[in-house]
């Protein structure tokens, strides 16, 4: 099966849809083949979640010292 893609943007005017790109086709494996690709490595991932720990830690920390003072 194939897909119709826009590598612009999609835009609808007087009941017509517009691609402001150019129209490529897409198959249903390439689709798939996408989806099935990770977009963060687990390094990646790891240092994401750590730096987020991080942030609330932080932020935890400063409004514990705001309250107390």
């Known amino acids: 099966m194939k897909f119709l893609a ?3 943007a ?3 005017g007087s ?3 517009a ?3 150019t129209l490529i086709t897409i198959t249903s494996e390439e689709i798939a ?8 490595t687990p390094e990646e991932s790891q240092q994401l979640i750590d730096a987020s720990l991080l942030i ?3 932020v935890f920390g400063f ?3 705001k309250k107390l003072l």
């Open 33 to 40: 083949e996408e989806i099935s690709s990770p977009a963060l």
């Open 10 to 12: 999609w835009s609808v």
């Open 19 to 21: 691609c402001d790109g």
């Open 63 to 65: 409004l514990v010292l």
């Open 56 to 58: 609330f830690a932080a």
């Open 6 to 8: 826009c590598d612009g």
């Open 15 to 17: 009941g017509a849809i």
